[in-house]
């Protein structure tokens, strides 16, 4: 059974890449497009991973991942947290919030999938 | 009366020794002799007595007049002596004791006066060095003020009170430039000798800065100095940086002894901007490309790893490729042309020892919130860079925050490091908060009772390009705010160098300026039991359009001078036209020379007078017939809502109480008498300027005449017969 990914972006124009990336790497995908919108799609979807952004309007990934994690029934669920700030003290809040991992933009999309990949072995 | 008194004793038993062995033997041979012979020896003296009362007599004046002939030059030489020392010692320093008497009192003279030679020379001496001494301060007073004057910075000297001793004129050109309304008229009249620097900078953030620049001098810091950013009531951000001036202590005291402290002061309010806008290019290139350039790469990688992707597919790849390509170029050439200049400078963030802030957070929550506050775990190794008072505002903002809203009874305070960055944790036991109340509070401005600050938390955190966040320990029971702050090497390393320690000879010879010593007791309120040599004046005059304020004559100009020291400042002056909406009456013209055309476009009288107001508080009020002048202002109270509550002193009745006989006391006449050039009257700042010269020359006469303090003096105004007829 493949795992199921959930991509919380605003800009469609790395949603599109993140989602075609996925499904070839034959994962289920779903995507959220804010904040709030992110949480719903996570208590539906169930995913394995998360994918998400920081800089969304309504609500941050950082609130996103506080309240995942506050969430016993996704406490499973991996957070691999994607941002356009490469500032330590950041990194350092979005670990300490609960994310699994931390990338900063730009990145490889080969180094991501080997990081989703290992978070899921 | 005891050397009378001797004299006659003298006489007395002269008198006795003369006359006492020949009555003593007459007796003797009486008593022996036979009673014929004492017939015959009474018939032979008996009629003879006389000639031996006669010769006895004579011989006693002779002898009186021996006794007196040497009792005169040795004792009562020595009264009118005395009498010469007194003199010598007092009134006339040259006088000498006259060489006359008996050798004897001549050599006691003679004596007297080398002493008195001696005592000359070594007070002269002691004038002289003393005359020396004060030239060598006046020549270092001048130095210094030279040098001042050349800087292109403005520099503030202060006592520990805030009380003004020293600016130059760069310093008053920044203040007079950050002045708008009622301030402007007196040329940046807030700043001024005596005045307040709390009028014009932040109180906390100066006691902050002393409390800091203590701390480094008990560590023993060769630089201890500190830099704060303010912001005026006007919005101007300025840069000072603290110096403190430290009086000379003897070897064996450690703790230097600070007296005052030098402000210097930059407004970058321009500056910053500019550097915001640098932050702001700097941010959107970096930042802003990040997340186009992610999609690019990503686009692209995929387009590469998927030779077998459908055409439709692979156009709208290329689409954002292309999209995102030209965003960011139009990003950069926008950002290129918008901060094309931008000046480097930045919020001063200081390096600071981790402990010491948190020791300074704890004082000042405990002292303003009764919040009890416990250290836990605190590396006192950490140094970090951080704005030391915002911080500590921040950190103390939550405190107040968790206190108000969720009532914990203690907290604690953590720091501890990881890598670069430092943290500052506030912890508590009890009621968790939920996040969603933290990322409310970093964004509401950071008002701790009635202390009120513009920034936010957010602002402070942003600023120190740290982050902070809310976690919860579960296993501990407790919650705490995270606060990451960037580290900062060990700054203060060389600083421990004992060749630049702060004793050394190193640092130049300012502090022996007496200004520092200048402590005040004027705070709120004006002692009247104060001496009027010691205390602050405002004189001040106006023209009006008529002599009658409750007729409807108004104000039409004002001027003031202060007087510190014992100094007329003509620097620190009010000078202000006024507006007073009515006609001007043409008899009135012919007195003033001011016309209606001079009065369009100036202030009315609400502003000029609430500037006025604040140009002349905490100071006595000075002018000649004060009665009028006040009349004015205080029929304008009520309708203006400020009000003149310090004591006035009014020249014509202080005139009146030093000559009352003289037949006026108009402003010329007294000038007149007191020998004052009288230039620029009937403008209102030429006659303060004389009126002022004039109370001066009256402080000294008033001295003579037993009236020392401002209660004495307003007592002494009260009861002349002037003060009874015109009041």
């Known amino acids: 059974m493949s795992h199921r990914i959930l991509i919380v972006d605003d800009e469609p124009n790395i949603v599109i890449s993140l989602e075609y990336l996925m499904k070839k790497e034959g994962f289920q995908v779903a995507v959220a497009t804010n904040g709030e919108a992110a949480l719903q799609r996570a208590t539906e979807f169930a995913p394995d991973l998360i994918l998400l952004d920081i800089m969304m309007p309504k609500k941050s990934g950082f609130e996103v991942c506080q309240a995942l994690r506050a969430n016993p029934a996704l406490a499973a669920a991996k957070i691999i947290m994607l941002t356009a700030k490469g500032r330590e003290t950041e990194i350092a809040k979005g670990l300490a919030l609960g994310a699994d991992a931390y990338i900063t933009k730009p990145f490889s999309t080969k180094d991501l999938v080997l990081r989703i990949k290992s978070l899921l072995a | 009366m005891k050397a009378r008194f001797r004299f006659a004793l003298a006489v007395g038993v002269l008198g006795l020794l003369m006359t006492g062995p020949f009555l003593l033997a007459a007796l003797l041979l009486y008593a022996e002799a036979r009673d014929v012979e004492r017939a015959v020896f009474a ?62 009192v001549r050599d ?7 002493l008195a030679q001696q005592r000359d020379e070594l007070l002269l001496d002691v004038e002289t060095r003393i005359r020396q001494a004060k030239a060598t301060v006046e020549e270092e007073k001048n130095r210094l003020a030279a ?23 760069r310093a008053r050109l920044q203040f007079k430039a950050l002045a708008q309304g009622p301030t402007s008229m007196s040329g940046g009249a807030l700043i001024g000798l005596g005045r307040s620097i709390f009028s014009i900078l932040e109180r906390g953030q100066i006691t902050h800065a002393l409390e800091n620049i203590q701390q480094r001098l008990r560590r023993g810091s060769a630089e201890p100095t500190a830099n704060f950013i303010t912001s005026t009531r006007t919005g101007q951000l300025l840069r000072a940086q603290m110096a403190p001036v430290i009086a000379p202590t003897a070897e064996a005291e450690r703790e230097p002894q600070v007296t005052g402290y030098v402000l210097t002061i930059e407004n970058i309010t321009r500056s910053f901007e500019r550097e915001a806008e640098r932050d702001q290019a700097l941010q959107s290139l970096t930042d802003g490309s990040r997340a186009a350039l992610a999609n690019i790469r990503a686009a692209v990688e995929t387009l590469i790893d998927s030779p077998e992707m459908e055409a439709d597919y692979r156009e709208r790849f290329m689409r954002v490729i292309a999209d995102e390509t030209s965003a960011m170029s139009g990003r950069l050439e926008a950002t290129m042309s918008r901060f094309a200049d931008a000046l480097k400078t930045r919020w001063p963030l200081e390096d600071v020892l981790g402990i010491d802030i948190l020791a300074a957070a704890a004082r000042r929550i405990e002292d303003r919130l009764q919040l009890p506050i416990k250290n836990e775990d605190q590396d006192a190794t950490l140094w970090m860079r951080v704005d030391s008072f915002a911080l500590i505002q921040a950190i103390t903002f939550l405190a107040s925050r968790l206190r108000d809203d969720y009532a914990i009874r203690e907290l604690r305070l953590r720091l501890c490091a990881e890598g670069n960055m430092v943290f500052v944790d506030l912890i508590w036991s009890g009621t968790p908060v939920s996040s969603e109340t933290l990322y409310a509070w970093e964004l509401e401005p950071m008002n701790v009772g009635a202390e009120t600050s513009p920034l936010t ?5 942003e600023r120190h390009g740290g982050e902070i966040w809310y976690q919860r320990d579960k296993a501990a029971h407790n919650a ?91 620097q620190e002056i009010f000078d202000q036209l006024v507006d007073p909406v009515i006609p001007l009456k043409p008899e009135g013209m012919l007195i003033h020379g001011i016309t209606e055309a001079m009065l369009n476009g100036q202030p009315r009288l609400d502003v000029v ?42 020249t014509l009745l202080l005139s009146a109480v030093i000559h009352p006989n003289q037949e006026s006391h108009s402003l010329e006449s007294i000038a007149e008498r007191f020998g004052i050039n009288v ?40 009861e002349t017969w002037f003060a009874r007829v015109k009041y």
């Open chain 2, 147 to 169: 040098l001042m004057s050349e800087l292109a910075l403005g520099v503030v000297v202060c006592n520990l009170d805030g009380r003004i001793l020293l600016y130059n004129s």
């Open chain 2, 609 to 650: 007078l609430s500037a006025f107001h604040e140009f002349c508080a905490e100071t006595v009020l000075v002018a000649h017939n004060a009665a009028f002048d006040m009349r004015f202002l205080q029929l304008k109270e009520d309708s203006l809502g400020v009000r003149f509550t310090q004591p006035v002193l009014d």
């Open chain 2, 457 to 461: 938390l957010r602002d402070v955190i």
């Open chain 2, 108 to 114: 006691l003279a003679r004596a007297t006066n080398d």
């Open chain 2, 43 to 104: 018939g032979f003296l008996v009629p003879r007595l006389p000639l031996v009362v006669v010769v006895a007599v004579m011989g006693l004046i002779a002898g009186m007049v021996a006794l007196r002939g040497l009792f005169r030059p040795y004792v009562q030489g020595l009264p009118r002596m005395a009498e010469t020392l007194r003199l010598m010692l007092g009134a006339n320093r040259n006088f000498r004791v006259a060489l006359e008497g008996p050798p004897e």
């Open chain 2, 480 to 570: 705490f705010f995270r606060i990451v702050l960037p580290a900062a090497v060990m700054p203060d390393a060389q600083a421990m160098d004992p060749a630049q320690h702060l004793h050394s000879d190193s640092r130049p010879e300012y502090y022996d300026f007496d200004l520092f010593a200048a402590r005040d007791a004027e705070g709120s309120g004006i002692d009247p039991d104060r001496r009027l040599t010691d205390l602050v004046y405002s004189v001040f005059d106006t023209e009006t359009t008529g002599l009658e304020p409750s007729n409807g004559d108004e104000i039409i100009q004002m001027g003031a001078v202060r007087i510190v020291n014992n100094r007329l400042l003509r």
């Open chain 2, 679 to 718: 230039i620029g009257r009937h403008t209102a700042l030429g006659d303060a300027y004389v009126t002022g010269e004039v109370f001066l020359k009256m402080i000294p006469l008033l001295a003579d005449m037993g009236i020392l303090t401002l209660r004495q003096a307003l007592d002494a105004a009260q």
